[in-house]
């Protein structure tokens, strides 16, 4: 049910109020009321009866109409108040309608109350939604100011024309002007002009839902220029908003990231070749002196056990014949570490060869042929190149025995315009390409810092349970 409607009467006459309540209840209006006639009660009752409307009369022994009206104005409170009175002159009525009063009206002429209290109504309930709507709107421009003047990026507003009309903070520190300044200045004073020439705005792009981002340089006030991010976005008004950050050190970074790895590579580069290098010299020397000296001790002692008479004494003779075997293990040894180190076979024979060498060796660990195909014969490669392909199919080989559990190893290397190609693939049980390579994986890392060293280009498919395929190319 609706709640009856609250009304405060100030009225000292009791029939005169009778007559009021007479034409309320005869219009069907649904009410409760107060009567009073002293200031002291009307204030109480404003208090503890909440009313919903305010009917005056004009002049009570103690008390006016006047009083009342400016009363309920000084406790702010926003319902409407009507007199009702019994002669009044044009001049009062005017002057109380301009100090706040809804509406007046005689009271020989009651019959109008009904309206008169709604429309008073109504015109209140209106005025409260408009001050509600205001301050509504007085807090979300709060807001909106305060996160603007607080973003750390710079924030750009202007008009069609390009002329600024608000920049917060960040964006004057960042362009070196002061609000006043831009004021007074548009987007175009902002850019050197001949980079405008080559990046202009993209006025079309600002139109789309998304906006326009792009990289420039901000021209500041003292000439210096500052990489930015721009995104920028027409608003419904015309004017149009852009968020502006400051990337010069983010391009610093980005530029001393690049030349560390740069460097770094040159480094891997290098040390990858002084590996090779030290590797030959050792092999050498090994060869050289090592094997040299044990060829000839084991003639001196094969000399020594022909001289000694096959009667000697029989203890000599096993010592002799043990040292020789000792020596012919060394000898084993030795050519196995050189062909670790370095196989000869690369140097003496060639890359071909060296695949083949390291394809049986393969077979002999694993018990599994490698079906290598080939076009060349003979192949001749700058001895990096070749290194660089043999190292590659080396460890290549090398995961598959260690991760691949695999029963077919197909290999290739084909010339293809000119450029070498090397295919190495197995049917094993395959690995995720995207997942990170583990921290103690170098594996796939040194293969691609070879052929990157090499100018070459690297692929390898692979996926659980799919099998794994490694291609190397090198131009030439
Ligand atoms: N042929 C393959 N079959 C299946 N998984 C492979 C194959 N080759 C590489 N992987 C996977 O890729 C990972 C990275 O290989 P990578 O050669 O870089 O490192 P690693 O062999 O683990 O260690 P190392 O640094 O000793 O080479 C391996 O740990 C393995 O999980
Ligand atoms: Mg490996």
Redesign the pocket.
């Given at each position: 049910m609706e709640m009856p409607l609250k009304i405060l009467m100030l009225e000292d006459n009791e029939s005169d109020a009778m007559m009021i309540q007479h034409q309320l209840t005869k219009a069907g209006i649904n009410y409760t009321y107060r009567l009073m006639m002293t200031r002291e009660a009307y204030e109480k009752a404003l208090l503890e009866f909440e009313p919903d409307l305010v009917l005056s009369d004009n002049a009570m022994p103690q008390f006016s109409a006047s009083e009342a009206l400016a009363i309920l104005q000084q406790m702010q409170i926003h319902i409407p108040f009507i007199l009702v009175t019994g002669t009044v002159s044009e001049e009062f009525a005017a002057g109380i309608i301009k100090a706040g009063a809804d509406d007046y009206l005689l009271k020989d002429r009651l019959i109008r109350l009904p309206n008169a209290i709604e429309a008073a109504l109504k015109q209140k309930q209106f005025e409260k939604q408009q001050l509600q709507d205001q301050e509504q709107l007085r807090l979300s421009e709060e807001k909106y100011r305060t996160l603007v003047e607080q973003a750390s990026d710079g924030i750009f507003i202007a008009d069609e024309t390009g002329k600024f009309i608000i920049v917060n903070s960040s964006g004057c520190k960042m362009s070196g002007y002061t609000l006043d300044e831009l004021q007074t200045r548009t987007i175009y004073d902002l850019v050197e002009p001949e980079s405008l020439k080559k990046i202009p705005f993209n006025f079309q792009e600002m139109m789309m839902p998304q906006g326009a981002s792009s990289h420039r340089q901000m021209l500041r006030k003292n000439g210096q220029l500052v990489h930015v991010e721009i995104n920028a976005k027409f608003l419904s008004d015309k004017r149009f908003i852009a968020f502006v950050r400051d990337i010069g050190e983010r391009i610093i970074a980005q530029d001393e990231i690049r030349q560390t790895n740069e460097k770094l590579r040159e480094l891997t580069a290098h040390l990858i070749n002084v590996r090779e290098e030290e590797r030959k010299r050792i092999g050498r020397e090994i060869h050289d002196e090592l094997g040299q000296q044990l060829t000839a001790i084991k003639m001196d002692v094969s000399w020594i056990h022909k001289k000694i008479p096959s009667d000697a004494y029989e203890p000599i003779q096993a010592k002799l014949k043990n040292i020789i075997t000792l020596l012919d293990g060394s000898n084993q040894s030795i050519r196995r570490i050189l062909s670790e180190l370095r196989p000869g076979v690369l140097d003496d024979n060639g890359l071909i060869e060296a695949l083949e060498w390291q394809n049986r060796q393969f077979a002999t660990t694993t018990g599994i042929a490698i079906h290598f195909e080939t076009t060349e014969k003979e192949l001749k490669l700058p001895e990096q190149a070749a290194t660089c392909i043999f190292r590659v199919y080396q460890?290549a080989l090398?995961?598959?025995i260690?991760?691949?559990d695999a029963t077919r190893v197909n290999t290739a290397l084909k010339k293809d315009n000119g450029n070498v190609v090397v295919t190495i693939e197995?049917n094993?049980?395959?690995?995720d390409t995207k997942k990170r390579?583990?921290k103690?994986?170098?594996?796939?890392?040194g293969i691609k810092e070879r052929v990157h060293a090499q100018g070459g280009e690297l692929f390898i498919t692979?996926a659980p349970g799919k099998g794994?395929k490694m291609e190397i190319r090198l131009f030439y």
């Open positions: 460890e090398t995961n598959i260690r991760h691949a197995d094993g049980k395959g690995f390579e583990s103690k994986s170098f594996g796939i890392l692979s794994t």
